[in-house]
């Protein structure tokens, strides 16, 4: 079996176990009364139709109107979806380009780095949620379209793991062959893009993987104080006020957001699978968040 | 003018601290255009510092050191070193051949020059077949030809090598070591070559320079005076096996100090 089928059925298969997990609880629940079998312990969540429905029962609301007489709400979703989609490419590509230049702005200059990095290990602890409505008032004034605005918010989370493991992959050549770019007399800039870059190409791609999940999660809260009314960030809002009368349609945008998600990593993998030879990719991400989190180390130390 | 000049050249790692070492002290050194100086020693007497002051990686604590009746600083600006380190140091995304022609790249020199040069380079190490593979499909000895040949491409004026054959098993290495006089002959650059092998450094140099540690200087240069062009036959000479007596010797002088 090649690698590719074997990775899907495997993701198959633990979604079928997840599946089963909801339903085999939900029909616990239900056979029970809502307690642990056997005991009178309460179940911490309710198997009732109205906190979990049933699994199909998402998958059909997707195919019924969204309003009476409406249309799909697939298709509503997956039109809010790719209106917030646009915020976040923008996003992601505007974070990644700033996430990038501040790794060769701190590669270049350690004072810079000194400076800087702290403030933006910072910007990564203040909520997003905080954040946005300030870029929005500010825009307002400025009378930049707001879906431009909403690009900012998602750029906001994308930038940073694509500025620090940029950073590490640019450091990553080892000294001797530093020195034997100093033994051509190579311009900096030489050394940047005949040494540092492609050396840190491998350590760019599990970071732009995570910035475009971030992207999306950015731009779909910064949706909300924005109050865009096309995008799913208001889709889920307006599902998650009506939960207890119709859950499986804020399940549904979940479904649809994640959907959206992992498309946009998809694209990322692809195109880590045409720019970087199997033998130099860093397959699973945590050899991206490990290094990562080693560097936040020695950025707090 | 003289290829290489050293005079009172020291280097103090850590001045004024408690780490302070004194790796280098008060060399004098010179070579012709040509020369193969072998630098040989025990470990932590300051060979690699000694390379590293000549090719100006690392600047002098006192003295001076003149490359070609330049400063290092100028000689390197002006490309005229090569160098080979212990590990071959290739970027594991060009290939062979795209390898080599990194530095003409870097120097500027057109596409059609570049790959014609790195071509004749490869010829040279007898790689030439190889120029489509990637580093990591290349044995250890293979990879280190490679980097000769890299530091050979822009014909530089000075070799500096450092244990360049001190990771290979001895069969590739003698060869490795035929290979390098072949080349030396075919171009002329003259070699600074750091080892750890006395019959490696008798059987390729004109001078081998005895270096001790704490702080690291020359004891002693021997001068070998095998018949050229050396060969195989060079290592059953009977004044081969004399030369390496008198380097030995040199060594243990050291050591018992
Ligand atoms: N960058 C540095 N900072 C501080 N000390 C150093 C540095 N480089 C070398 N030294 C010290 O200088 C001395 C000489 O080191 P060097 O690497 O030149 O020795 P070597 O003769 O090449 O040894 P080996 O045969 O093991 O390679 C050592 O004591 C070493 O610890
Ligand atoms: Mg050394």
Redesign the pocket.
Known sequence: MSPNARRLLSFLGILAVLIAMWEGYKWMGTATGGVWPGTGIGLPVRTNERSMPHTWDVVIALLRPARRGGEMLLLVLLRAALFTWRSALLGFVLGSAVGFGLGVLFVRSALAERGLMPHVVASQTVPILAIAPILVVWAGRLNVTRWLVVAVVSAYLAFFPVAINTLRGLRSPDATASELMRSYAATPNQVLWKLQVPAALPYLFPALKIAATASIIGAIVGELPASMPDGLGRAILNFAAAFSAAPEKLFASILVASLVGIGFVGVVVLAERVLIPPSRRLEDLSEAAGPQSRTLKEVVA | MSALALRGVGKV??PGSD?E?R??HGVDLSAERGEFISVI??????????L?LIGDL?PPSSGTVLVNGKTPARARLDRDYGMVFQSATLLEWRRVQANVELPLEIMGMDAAERSRQAAAMLELVQLDRFANHYPWQLSGGMQQRVAIARALAFKPSILLM??PFGALDEMTRERMQSELLRIRAETGTTVVF?T?SIPEAVFLSTRVVI?S?RP?TITEVVDIDLPEPRSDDTREDQRFFELLTDVREGLRAVEDS
């Open positions: 790692f850590n780490q070492v790796a280098v020693g025990p470990s932590g007497c300051g060979k690699s510092t000694l590293r690392t450092d244990e750091v750890h270096m540690p690291g």
